[in-house]
């Protein structure tokens, strides 16, 4: 079952601006990822934030949690034309079976 | 996508024929998992196996089927059952140590003639 629902589902942007993308979730979860797929190609993953945790760095990522609200969010600031791809949450439930439910992705254009 | 391969990357088959997708690892973890992804969609779990011999349904299962008889590899074979089989189909798998984080593979894209 689809958990995530992200928001926007399409994001376009110019060079050097920030993107936000938010993701939001149904049941209660261990930890919540961020993962980035390009055109036709396999998931990578970018970012873990777990559900003790209210905001996490990496590089010019930036996600936050919210719990309460059952939503995260990911900001890539400084935007460059190499971001452009589809983003996608995932989360981990609290029995934690090892399974990820996947959110329907934003797909994020960066011009240049 | 190191360390976990899929293949072939294009696959095309006709309606009513069984197609088996291959997916190999080097990365020494436990689980393996079967995603299906349709365009502009999400990841949907097929099948997965935590460990050797063992293997459990995800939330689309019907008209696929898996083996598990090698810690490298997780063969998914899409049956004539699977009423809408064109898609493009992910293999991740999971380490004991890589916490919750599931590395992918490249994909496989099937298409049914």
């Known amino acids: 079952s689809q958990q995530g629902e992200e928001d926007p589902q399409a994001l376009s942007i110019q060079e050097g601006e920030n993107a936000t993308m938010n993701c939001s979730y149904k049941t209660s979860i261990n930890n919540l990822q961020w993962y980035r797929q390009n055109s036709g190609r396999g998931l990578v993953h970018l970012i873990l934030i777990r559900s003790n945790e209210r905001e996490k760095h990496s590089g010019r990522l930036r996600v936050t949690l919210d719990t309460s609200k059952k939503s995260s969010s990911l900001l890539i600031t400084a935007s460059r034309a190499a971001d452009t791809a589809s983003y996608f949450c995932a989360t981990v439930g609290s029995s934690n079976t090892g399974k990820l439910i996947f959110g329907q992705g934003t797909t994020l254009q960066v011009k240049p | 996508d190191g360390g976990i391969t899929q293949s072939p990357k294009y696959l095309f088959r006709k309606e009513g024929q069984n197609v088996t997708l291959s997916c190999e690892q080097n990365?020494?973890?436990?689980?393996m998992y079967w995603y299906r992804q349709d365009p502009g969609q999400g990841l949907r779990l097929i099948y997965y196996?935590?460990?050797?011999?063992?293997?459990q349904k995800g939330d689309i299962a019907e008209g696929y089927s898996v083996s598990r008889e090698k810690k490298e590899s997780f063969p998914l074979t899409v049956t004539s059952a699977q009423k809408n089989p064109t898609a493009f189909y992910l293999c991740?798998?999971?380490?004991?140590?890589?916490?919750?984080?599931?590395?992918f593979g490249p994909g496989t894209r099937l298409t049914v003639l």
């Open positions: 991740a798998t999971m380490g004991v140590r890589s916490a919750d984080t599931q590395y």
């Open positions: 196996s935590q460990i050797v011999n063992d293997f």
């Open positions: 990365l020494n973890h436990d689980a």
